[in-house]
């Protein structure tokens, strides 16, 4: 697009933020787990522009945070295996797993491994939350849906996309999940339990 705000051509969208926002989930997970040092970051090589944004982002992050960062690539469900039965031998203290459409689309199994491997993880997606990893925060998928139905709509009804201005997304969520926490002997400050949007017990 020419612009967000008025794109000139016959597309437009919403941006949800997903590499924007990593070096904000960056903080939140050294808040929550201020002991870890070195974090495996799991990133999509067949994604690579969303892989290269999330590395650039953690690298200029990380040593404002005192942390080291191990770089692991999996863009298949075997991959992912591969690369959580590396992070042991890595003596990686947590995951962060980069915003990718793939790893949502394994948010179950990510989570099962997390969960057997003992490792604290951070995602963007909500339901890998539920599924038992540690903790995330990302757009709000479901707000983002609702208003590209809005967008959609107005096309329908007539619009040009090249009139509609690219939204940005507005709304963000940070979620805990208290039960991984305790199973994994964190102990989660009431002042992050404060700001979570949801606490799963």
């Not at 040092?37 to 005192?66: H, M, Q, S, Y």
């Not at 295996?81 to 003596?91: N, P, Q, S, V």
């Not at 997390?114 to 995330?136: E, Y």
């Not at 979620?175 to 991984?180: D, G, K, S, T």
């Amino acid at each position: 697009v020419a612009s967000l705000a008025q794109p000139g051509a016959n597309a437009t969208g919403i941006n949800f933020f997903a590499s924007e926002i990593d070096s904000k989930r960056l903080g939140l997970m050294h808040e929550l787990l201020p002991k870890a040092t070195r974090l495996a970051v799991l990133v999509n090589p067949d994604n690579p522009i969303t892989a290269e944004a999330t590395t650039k982002a953690l690298i200029d992050a990380a040593p404002g945070l005192g942390l080291e960062l191990l770089f692991f690539k999996a863009s298949t469900a075997a991959e992912i295996e591969a690369a959580f039965a590396t992070f042991a031998g890595a003596r990686a203290d947590a995951l962060f797993i980069a915003p990718d459409g793939f790893f949502a689309s394994r948010h179950l199994q990510i989570a099962t491994l997390a969960t057997r491997d003992r490792i604290p993880a951070s995602d963007f997606a909500k339901d890998s939350v539920g599924d038992g990893v540690l903790m995330s925060y990302g757009t709000n998928i479901a707000d983002v849906f609702r208003q590209v139905g809005v967008y959609v709509g107005s096309i329908l009804k007539g619009a040009k996309p090249a009139d509609l201005p690219v939204l940005q997304a507005t709304k963000f969520e940070f979620i805990i999940n208290l039960r991984a926490a305790r199973s994994l002997g964190i102990d989660v400050s009431p002042s992050l339990l404060a700001r979570a949007d949801e606490v799963i017990e």
